[in-house]
């Protein structure tokens, strides 16, 4: 893409182009099944440099992309403990050394590759006008946040930085599980019967629904976290729960119910009940003085 502006691509536009290029990829790679090669992808189909650095000193920095030649980057030199600058060439992709670690979980590292070959499908015509403006600025991360961060920054006005970040995260997850081999493998694997005859047995659907989500996550090498993201954003349509409901004892001890609202005409229907018992109680007063006076 040649535009200088953030391209204007939702939800289906990014389904679309997953398919297109798994499909593109399977033609490539001479088969199309579920164990998708995320690093052939890169390197060999959409030819792309792919190596590991040190890209932060705490590890916060997963990736990071460069799309013009001469792009400069600091590195962290953990022996020095120093910070160098390093020239990338364009079509370049970094990850940090710490997804080469064999007790990372094997998702994190394809998700963050993915993310970045996102960036190279979808923003490379972006990327490559900011970096006639300022060179600094022509650079792609991904960066770790912690939950805090996540929660803070959702409550916040999107900018052209979340707008690029949502695109190339929806687009990994779609290359990572493409809606058509979501559906195969839950037909294949008999994985949807399985998840109705748990609901059914009966079972807790939230139980069922994540065994679903862990037979998938397995299948596609995926987070859990992930399977049941991408779930949701193809609107898999999860059954209701039908256990009997436990009677809590305690429940409308510690829940007293809340008093209806009245509506304008009740509250006046009130006021008026009210005034009479006050006028009913009145008249017994003065019937019980004048009895006591006789």
Not at 179 to 194: C, G, I, M, N
Request: net charge neutral; with cysteine; charged share 35%.
């Amino acid at each position: 893409m040649s535009t200088s502006a953030i391209p204007s691509i939702g939800k289906p536009e990014l389904e679309y182009l997953a398919e297109e290029q798994m499909k593109a990829f399977a033609r490539f790679n001479g088969k199309d099944d579920l164990d998708f090669k995320v690093w052939k992808f890169a390197a060999y189909f959409l030819r792309k440099k792919v190596s590991f650095e040190w890209l932060s000193n705490d590890g916060c920095i997963l990736g990071l992309s460069s799309f013009v030649d001469g792009t400069s980057i600091p590195v962290f030199d953990p022996e020095e403990h120093t910070v160098k600058w390093k020239d990338l060439e364009a079509d370049t992709i970094l990850l940090s050394k710490d997804l080469e670690n064999p007790f990372v979980c094997l998702s994190k590292p394809r998700f963050t590759l993915m993310h970045e070959c996102a960036h190279h499908l979808l923003h490379t015509g972006y990327f490559r006008h900011k970096s006639t403006l300022d060179a600094r600025k022509a650079i792609a991360f991904s960066v770790q946040k912690d939950k805090g961060e996540a929660f803070s920054a959702s409550k916040q006005p999107w900018t052209d930085d979340d707008r690029l970040e949502w695109q190339a995260n929806y687009f990994a997850s779609a290359l990572l599980m493409p809606e058509s081999r979501v559906k195969w493998a839950l037909q294949k694997y008999h994985l949807y019967e399985d998840y109705i005859q748990r609901v059914n047995t009966p079972c807790s659907e939230l139980l069922a629904f994540r065994e679903l989500v862990r037979y998938l996550a397995a299948a596609f090498r995926v987070s859990p976290r992930m399977a049941e993201i991408r779930l949701q954003a193809l609107e898999f349509e999860r059954l209701p729960d039908l256990r009997p409901r436990r009677v809590d004892p305690w429940e409308d001890f510690f829940n007293p119910p809340k008093k209806k609202r009245m509506t304008k005409e009740e509250r006046e229907w009130e006021r008026i009940e009210l005034s009479w018992e006050r006028a009913r109680e009145r008249e017994m007063e003065r019937e019980a003085r004048r009895r006591y006076v006789r």
